[in-house]
């Protein structure tokens, strides 16, 4: 089923790095009102070293979760799951994927043992199948695009967790579409979270630079623009911006996520952005909460 799992290179010149916090976050989270939404997220997830640093990014991670809501449980559509097809993590017991190489032995030992959610699941899948044919999968686990964000929002891991798959066949318009089914999911106090980055060319990374590219800032504020005044279309239509567009998605993958988090919200809901900023030139880790 899997068509590829995509690798980070490993960060150099970074700072000295700590272990995961293991402060409690369950018992200060709010509960969710009776006839309210959870919110959604997309989060710029960047490498995988931030499950083990402490850095601005995590700091922002961390004071969202305590915002939020404690999620009934948390569907994560990852830049890290490509299928042919789409298709809904249905496994009680998720294993932790390691899927990346060239990091610190400290990151293979990392696991993220939050339950599954196989009932919802199954829900998923009718839910999306008034669009399209999706499929339950039990051979797959927590990417990284999953784990390293949730070890440091949720680190309790007592929030049953399940992934949704990006269907490589199938045009930004076609990830759009699908995802407007997501929403009633929200009444029922599931999280969507889509994790990727707006900004996400790995060929181009300069570990010297502080900030982006003048074509990743460019790409990521004319994004954030559009997000902002909830013009979807323009966040479907990437591909027109051009050069800029061009150099910032190379491959959509860590762009598609985005298109999950609108679709599964509407035009009246409160925005707000965080950790929004581009780094290492090509690497944008503008992140947003909807709702």
Request: hydrophobic share 40%; net charge negative.
């Amino acid at each position: 089923m899997e068509l590829t799992r995509r690798t980070f290179l490993q960060s150099a010149g970074i700072g000295a790095m700590t272990m995961m916090t293991t402060r409690e976050l369950g018992a200060e989270l709010l509960s969710l009102k009776t006839g309210e939404k959870m919110p959604a997220l997309f989060v710029g997830h960047g490498s995988p070293m931030n499950a083990i640093e402490e850095n601005e990014y995590v700091t922002g991670w961390r004071n969202l979760a305590y915002s939020l809501p404690k999620p009934k449980a948390i569907l994560v559509v990852s830049a890290h799951w490509l299928t042919h097809g789409t298709h809904v993590l249905s496994v009680a017991k998720p294993e932790t994927i390691h899927d990346f190489y060239g990091f610190p032995e400290t990151m293979y030992k990392i696991t993220y043992p939050a339950p599954g959610a196989p009932e919802l699941a199954k829900e998923t899948k009718e839910i999306l199948s008034k669009t399209k044919t999706v499929d339950l999968a039990d051979d797959w686990g927590f990417d990284h695009g999953t784990w390293s964000v949730l070890v440091r929002m949720f680190p309790n891991a007592d929030i049953p967790v399940y992934q949704l798959s990006l269907d490589v066949n199938d045009p930004p318009a076609k990830h759009y579409e699908l995802a407007n089914d997501l929403a009633a999911l929200r009444s029922k106090g599931v999280l969507i979270v889509g994790s990727g980055n707006i900004v996400h060319n790995l060929r181009m990374i300069s570990f010297e630079k502080s900030g982006g590219f003048d074509w990743a800032v460019e790409f990521d504020e004319k994004i954030k623009g559009y997000i902002e005044a909830r013009n979807d279309q323009a966040v479907v239509d990437y591909e027109k911006l051009g050069t800029a567009s061009r150099l910032s998605v190379p491959t959509n993958d860590h762009y598609l996520p985005l298109l999950y988090t609108l679709a599964a919200t509407d035009a009246k809901e409160p925005i707000a952005f965080y950790n929004a900023k581009t780094d290492l030139g090509s690497m944008s880790m503008t992140s947003v909460k909807i709702g």
